[in-house]
């Protein structure tokens, strides 16, 4: 299932270039009666032409205030898949405007929505990811979806979707996780996005360690992120991807604010491979890690491991970003500091 294609093509007797389309406000009213008709080709062409017509925001906004969003949410339960997919399409393509997100908020959209989440049709669960995620993206569409209860549904599919619908579904739980992480805490979240440390594509081990990077942002969250996934993250350090790299060093930069997160870090033997991507000048994972042996030199065990490497953070004083000259000013004073 990993390299499975999600396929949007529609049956060869749908064409859309048959669907009657006067372009404008005009359009719309004709549609909204034929989205109601009985015959299901009468509501797929109508269908077709909206997904057209709603690429204009005036047109979404028309759409919103005729009830469309009413239509659509009852097409989402329709038993035919093309109506479901369109249904879906339209929604995303309208989501993807202010008004449109507005819209989908304001009519409790992401509700009706979740009921697509076993949709036996790939395309039509992807698209409704696609609208998790976009919507996710703003704070208040975040709020919408942990109002809308998705969280605790949204994390068991992470063991049984599709690999690139496993990515909507990280990045709308770090949107999600960094307005509120309880109902995630309470899901079981840690012991899912563990698992996906490992996994073989370097985007979904890269977006749950981010994933992690938001819990740990949380005073909550911290000490279960210490307890169980620093361990995986201290490995992650030497992925041989850069981003995957950098999100494992962010999560653990706040696993280690608490004392026994900086502890399990260096039960882990976690300061080699954070020393390594700070001498790497390209490393994206640098500022990250500089911070993280800077929690880690708060402890005594710390400072003595970091004593023979300052050499290595006073060649970053020379950085020519200024968070990381920052960063290592801050680290040398620690290691530097007489007990």
Same mark, same amino acid.
């Given at each position: ?11 060869p007797?749908?064409d859309p270039?048959?669907?009657a ?21 009468t ?110 549904l949204?994390?068991?599919? #992470?063991? +049984?979707?599709?690999?690139? %619908?496993?990515?909507?579904? @990280?990045?709308t739980? &770090?949107?999600? /996780? !960094?307005?509120? $992480?309880?109902?995630? #805490?309470? +899901?079981?979240?840690?012991? %899912?996005?563990?698992?996906? @440390?490992?996994?073989? &594509?370097?985007? /979904? !081990?890269?977006? $749950?360690?981010?994933? #992690? ?127």
């Open positions: 299932m990993a390299h499975a294609r999600i396929s949007a093509k529609l049956p007797d749908i270039t048959k669907a389309i006067a372009f404008g406000k005009r359009a719309l009213p004709k549609l909204k009666e034929e989205l109601q008709s009985p015959e299901l080709l509501q797929q062409r109508a269908l077709m032409a909206l997904c057209d017509l709603v690429h204009d925001p005036e047109n979404v906004y028309q759409a919103i205030e005729l009830g469309f969003l009413d239509n659509l949410k009852t097409l989402l339960l329709h038993h035919d898949s093309t109506v479901r997919q369109k249904t879906t399409e339209i929604l995303y393509i309208m989501a993807l405007h202010n008004v449109g997100r507005q819209g989908l908020l304001k009519n409790e959209v992401l509700s009706a929505l979740a009921e697509l989440l076993d949709d036996p049709v790939d395309i039509c669960r992807k698209n409704t990811h696609q609208i998790f995620e976009i919507m996710a993206k703003l704070p208040e569409g975040a709020v919408g979806v942990l109002h809308a209860g998705l969280v605790p949204l994390l068991p599919k #992470l063991n +049984t979707e599709l690999d690139g %619908i496993q990515e909507l579904i @990280l990045d739980l &770090s949107s999600c /996780i !960094r307005v509120e $992480a309880s109902e995630a #805490l309470a +899901t079981d979240a840690i012991a %899912i996005l563990k698992e996906k @440390l490992t996994h073989s &594509s370097e985007a /979904i !081990r890269s977006k $749950a360690a981010w994933v #992690l990077l938001e819990i740990g942002a949380h005073p909550e969250g911290k000490s279960v992120v210490c307890e169980e996934v620093i361990p995986v993250l201290v490995r992650l350090l030497e992925d041989p991807d850069p981003e995957v790299q950098a999100s494992a060093a962010g999560a653990l930069m706040f696993a280690t604010v608490k004392p026994e997160g900086r502890f399990s870090a260096l039960g882990a033997e976690a300061i080699p491979p954070l020393l390594k991507l700070v001498a790497e000048e390209t490393s994206k994972a640098r500022l990250n890690a500089i911070k993280t042996l800077t929690m880690l030199a708060g402890l005594p065990e710390g400072r003595e491991a970091l004593l023979d490497h300052t050499d290595t953070f006073q060649q970053c004083l020379n950085d020519p970003c200024e968070a990381v000259r920052r960063a290592a000013k801050v680290v040398i004073s620690v290691i530097n500091m007489k007990p």
